[in-house]
């Protein structure tokens, strides 16, 4: 009977999570315009679309662009936050973390208008650098928290080791432990990129026209008309996922602590 | 002692830049919009001789006030002005505009402003001027909550002012909905996840992260193609002969509820399976052999220590939920829609900048207070810290 | 410390980059769709070929946040941008977009009047009305008290999710006259009135926010009926769609290209308009998508099956004119009690 009740609600929990994407990615291969079964061939066309339409490639480029530039201030950011965080007293690091973390919680619309506001009022509105910036400040909590588990994880051995022959603090911290949070970087790095690759909300108030990135021109996209280039798009966004989470299975397996 | 303060020191110069950029492009835009949502300056600094004349009982002395101020605005601001006071009283644009263009050959005295225009007898137009003279407002809460200050002073709320209440109250009832739905159909693949064979654990771990890290949007495209009329869905049922009609799966709160709680379920599911990880299985175990059925375990000894992950777990989607914008936009109606849509509306289609700032405001308040909640409760009942 | 400079370098790289690209082509926002394309044929594409131009293209969503963004950080992205007449004159007020010497754009005579305005040439007559599906009634709706009446017609019907037209169509169908809807709706008894016609379809209402999605639904099935752009409605039914675009007392509007403020190719921009105002493109577009022209000489150039497609001629016979003025005054309470009534 238990047994019964728990096969029936894991498979039915496991659809609920897995049906959705494997149903509808594979229409991008659809032959037919329709986005609909059964699938008329298999084609590539939709593909070539996306690969030579103008909007669709500029934004493409766009968002590589906003994603590597938020990922490098993201990871100066986060990385100097976190060594500068875990340098200062308890009260110091309650506090600071606390700041450099709150951006994951504030909802993305309030983020948006409030960039759009300063940003417009600073000058700096509908451009790559109010985009990265922006990017950057949703990216910088993810290498925040990712360096802090993989500093705090590491080994206290080797910092006690290196104590009793006399080194420093801040000696300390500098030789032995941070070129061991090196993996927490990369994983950092990873967050950010991937969070900026992904982001609309915050995008859609601050893109012009220029730098409409490839959610955005995904999400006005579904509103217009719903077309298989809409799913070959997706399609893409989800094998950058999945490259980016072999990735980030490779880095933590490698990483000396095996933190997260 | 040196070392010590080396330390210190080299903690400020690392955080110099950090709080900088963090202070400068973060906290200070923030700050900007509560400003916003109960700055008035734009009419304040405008209305400047009638904010001295209003008090006065010489009906002439503001109608003077009103012309001199409006002549000295540029034909910029003057627009910007009758904007917001169009945004209290429908028709004042065209009154400000119009009078304003004039303003230099119309008689400085109430009845040559009447016999200009015959609205500015109405007390109306003059009250909501008096009461937007001030440099700073409350009217975008007032609206926002739909409590106004009626003649004695005294806050009421007004029949059918009441619309922002009823979509926040909307907001917090789909974050609800969600956030049982997740909860419902994650437990399982979470104790899965947790107590399963080293495979179906492996597998069901994958597929969860798999699933976090594909883009919302990618995810909310899959149930838009799913649940459209001709959709996947609703050809399936028609092929199988269940409907004889397509049914309306999208643009309605179904559509909404489903994609968000797809599009949410890892966020319940991390947090229980790190819960549930922790709980020994020799209790279990102990449980069976003294006796008790499978069910009877489950509900009385596993159950319970799984909770604490349940609230996280369900706390995480309920706050997450409150701001979603993109889902309900795609897959919801008009009556789905959530505080964060309004927000977008004032900025993207209105310019209502005060409106959305007062919203927005509102909406990371109750995010704010609901997580210091459930910080409160976590330090209450004690247990160790969750990493979610 | 070295590993941190290396990273610095890179940023300012990317910071570089993103400053050398937005010295920028030509750029033209318009509505999208099966409408932008038959812009780019009729007008983008021969203006560019004339004076050997590049430009790229982009989409509006309507509202004026992009043009008050770009007025208030000085980064004008836009050259040219076609808005609905209420924003027209909004953002005209208030500096948003640059004022047009009508003279060195070929004059006013040879437009309808409507479409001349201070900061903006009307170039598109578009007809509002309601279509249906044809094999949904064995009868046909004619008119608005037929949308408006469940019992004849039921089944679900699309609307667009604003006061906006909807308002007068409830008029319409309550018998007020054309010529009078804009004066019953200024008052609050009007609006009770037009309120309590849309109470009758109330729960059969299904709101569209993209004039693609009133052709969607109605071949799918979705709606019976729906208020629509005639060109959606009049292209798929053209492409083999069973649906019918009702005429009787439609509301038209005119799109009209602006310029926004301080842009750096205003010459060009009016070059276009000059373009745009004249009778050959215009003919060509209403050709390529059956919306109206402004140009008076433009329906001379079209054979009479594509006339009759068009919100021109006996099709605006007994059709009203949208008043912008109407609606910048009142949009504000009439799109909150809207708002009210939607959602309640």
């Known amino acids: 009977m238990s047994r019964i009740i728990y096969w029936t609600s894991l498979a ?249 | 002692m040196r070392n010590a303060h080396r330390g210190r020191i080299a903690a400020l110069l690392l955080l110099v830049v950090p709080l900088t950029i963090y202070i400068a492009v973060y906290v200070a835009p923030l700050l900007s919009i509560v400003s916003l949502s109960v700055d008035n300056g734009a009419l304040s600094n405008r209305f400047v001789q009638l904010s001295e004349a209003i008090g006065s009982d010489d009906q002439d002395q503001r109608a003077a006030a009103l012309l001199h101020d409006l002549a000295s605005m540029d034909a910029r601001e003057r627009a910007e002005a009758a904007r917001m006071l169009n945004q209290e009283l429908g028709g004042f644009r065209s009154l400000v505009i119009d009078t304003g263009k004039a303003a230099e050959k119309i008689d400085p005295t109430m009845a040559g402003l009447v016999a200009f225009d015959a609205r500015w007898k109405e007390r109306a137009y003059w009250d909501v001027l008096s009461r937007n003279l001030a440099s700073f407002t409350w009217r975008h809460f007032q609206k926002a909550t739909g409590f106004k200050p009626d003649e004695t002073g005294r806050l009421r709320l007004a029949e059918g002012d009441d619309i922002y209440l009823r979509i926040m109250a909307r907001t917090l009832l789909i974050a609800l909905q969600v956030a049982v739905l997740t909860l419902l159909i994650g437990y399982p693949l979470a104790y899965a996840a947790a107590n399963g064979s080293r495979r179906l654990s492996g597998f069901i771990l994958t597929v969860v992260l798999l699933s976090f890290w594909t883009s919302i949007l990618v995810r909310t495209t899959a149930w838009v193609v799913l649940l459209q009329s001709d959709g996947l869905i609703n050809n399936l049922l028609l092929d199988l002969r269940l409907i004889t009609d397509p049914l309306q799966l999208i643009f309605n709160r179904f559509g909404t509820v489903v994609s968000m709680t797809h599009v949410l379920l890892p966020f319940a599911i991390l947090p229980m399976m790190n819960v549930m990880k922790t709980i020994p299985k020799t209790q279990v175990d102990a449980s069976r052999s003294l006796g008790a059925g499978s069910i009877e375990t489950f509900l009385r000894v596993y159950f319970p220590q799984s909770l604490r992950g349940v609230f996280v777990g369900g706390g995480t989607v309920f706050i997450l939920s409150l701001g979603f914008y993109i889902t309900p936009a795609l897959t919801g109606g008009p009556g789905d829609q959530m505080v964060s849509y309004y927000i977008a509306e004032f900025v993207k289609k209105s310019l209502n900048w005060g409106m959305a700032s007062a919203l927005s405001v509102i909406l990371l308040l109750s995010v704010v207070v609901l997580l210091l909640l459930g910080a409160g409760a976590k330090r209450l009942f004690g247990g160790r810290v969750v990493e979610a | 410390m070295n590993n941190i400079t290396k990273l610095l370098l890179a940023s300012s790289c990317v910071f570089l980059t993103a400053q050398a690209v937005q010295a920028r082509d030509f750029t033209i926002a318009g509505w999208g769709g099966n409408y932008q ?45 076609i808005v609905e007449g209420a924003d027209l004159q909004l953002g005209c007020d208030e500096g948003l977009f640059e004022t047009i010497d009508w003279e060195t754009i070929g004059g006013k005579a040879q437009l309808n009047s409507h479409a001349v305005q201070p900061c903006g040439a009307g170039n598109v007559v578009i007809g509002n009305g309601f279509a249906y599906s044809s094999k949904a009634f064995p009868e046909a709706p004619k008119d608005w008290s037929d949308f408006f009446n469940p019992e004849k017609f039921p089944g679900k019907r699309g609307m667009r999710n604003s006061p906006k037209m909807n308002l007068e169509y409830a008029l319409l169908a309550d018998g007020v006259p054309p010529e009078k809807v804009y004066e019953v709706l200024a008052t609050p008894e009007g609006v009770d009135r037009a309120f309590a016609q849309l109470d009758k379809i109330k729960n059969l209402l299904q709101f569209w926010e993209a004039g693609s999605q009133p052709v969607e639904w109605l071949s799918a099935g979705n709606v019976t009926m729906s208020t629509a752009y005639n060109g959606r409605i009049i292209t798929a039914k053209s492409e083999g769609r069973p649906l019918e675009f009702v005429w009787k007392n439609h509301i038209y509007n005119i799109d009209v290209w602006a310029i926004p403020a301080k842009s750096p190719y205003k010459k060009e921009a009016l070059e276009f308009l000059k373009f745009a105002n004249s009778a050959e493109p215009q003919a060509k577009f209403s050709s390529l998508m059956p919306y109206g022209p402004t140009n008076l000489e433009a329906a001379k150039l079209l054979p009479a099956e594509t006339l009759e497609r068009l919100p021109t001629g006996k099709n605006i016979a007994d059709a009203l004119f949208f008043s912008d003025a109407f609606w910048i005054d009142h949009s504000d309470e009439l799109t909150e009690r809207w708002n009210n009534w939607s959602t309640r």
């Open chain 1, 12 to 260: 039915l929990s496991l659809t609920f999570l897995i049906l959705p994407l494997v149903l509808v990615l594979p229409l991008a291969f659809n032959g037919s315009s329709f986005l609909t079964y059964p699938m008329e061939g298999f084609t590539l066309r939709w593909f070539e679309v996306v690969f030579t339409q103008a909007p669709w490639v500029s934004a493409f480029l766009n968002s590589l662009m906003v994603a590597l530039g938020a990922m490098v201030v993201a990871v100066v950011i986060g990385g100097l936050a976190t060594t500068g965080t875990i340098l200062s007293g308890r009260w110091g690091q309650l506090i600071l973390s606390g700041l450099f973390v709150s951006p994951l919680i504030v909802p993305s619309v309030v983020i948006g208008v409030a960039f759009a506001y300063a940003f417009g009022r600073a000058g700096l509105g509908g451009g790559y650098v109010s985009l990265v910036l922006a990017h950057a400040i949703l990216g910088a909590p993810l290498v925040f928290l990712s360096v802090m588990t993989s500093l705090k994880g590491l080994s206290t051995d080797l910092d006690r080791a290196a104590t009793s022959m006399g080194a420093s603090r801040f000696y300390r911290f500098r030789t032995v432990t941070l070129p061991l949070a090196a993996p927490g970087f990369l994983t950092g790095a990873l967050f950010a990129f991937i969070t900026s690759f992904d982001e609309v909300v915050v995008a859609l108030f601050l893109a012009s026209p220029q730098s409409t990135t490839l959610p955005i021109a995904l999400f006005s996209g579904l509103r217009d008309r719903l077309e298989p280039t809409i799913v070959v798009v997706a399609l893409l966004l989800s094998v950058l996922s999945l490259l980016f989470l072999f990735a980030l299975n490779t880095l933590q397996r490698r990483s000396p602590s095996g933190a997260r």
């Open chain 3, 37 to 81: 394309d038959a812009q780019r044929e009729a007008y983008f594409q021969p203006f560019a070929d004339a004076k050997g131009l590049k430009f790229i293209e982009t989409t509006y969503l309507g509202g004026l946040a992009e043009v008050k963004a770009m007025a208030d950080s000085g980064n004008v992205t836009w050259d040219l941008v």
